[in-house]
Structure formats: structure tokens, C-alpha cells
């Protein structure tokens, strides 16, 4: 997939792949304690914000294209929790928009 993206999209799962480990350090250390069921929860509730934060809403429209074959359909709206996933980062990224335009 990589070698597919612009240069953009490939700083961007470059930062997204070290965001969610990042994310998930303090269990990996025991610094923090969970179940794996919540650890489950909490890696998947980080991948929103790791994606915006790594520059996924400004990608070009041919990122987006690679990213969402590459992905499938059936990933981003195969289960409850891949849905609330996708429509957080969605609406993180039309937050950012709604920024953005207000100051351009």
C-alpha cells in the first residue's frame, strides 16, 4: 500500500502507525492494567484520532482511493465497532474542515 501513496500519504501512515503504538505503550509496559476485551476498545477508539492528527483529512483524493481499497468495505462497515471508527474520523475531519474554512 505504501509505495501507492503520495509522498503525503505515506508521511501520514507513517505517523498513524506510531501514534497507535503509542497508544498502546502503557499496556505493552504494565504501566497500565486492562482486560483484553477493554484493550480491544482502546485500540480501536485510538485510530481516529491517530488518523487526524496524522494528517488523513488533507490527504488528496487518490490516498483516500488507496487507502479505502486497501482497507475494503467490509472492514471500515463490517462491524459496530469499525462503523464508530470510521464516522469518528469523519466527523474529526469535518470539524477540521468547518476550522479551516472559517479562517481561509
Known sequence: MRQKLTAAGQ???????FCLQRKLVPYATGDQKTTCASLRS???DSHPSCYVSGGVC????????VIFETVGLKE???SLDSIK????????CAALYSYLTAYW
Do not use: C, N
Not at 58 to 65: A, E, F, N, V, Y
Open 42 to 44: 482502546i485500540a480501536y
Open 85 to 92: 471508527q470510521t464516522l469518528k474520523t469523519a466527523a474529526e
Open 76 to 78: 471500515i462497515f463490517g
Open 58 to 65: 488533507l490527504l488528496p483524493p487518490g490516498d483516500w482511493k
Open 11 to 17: 508521511v501520514w501512515i507513517t505517523k498513524t502507525m
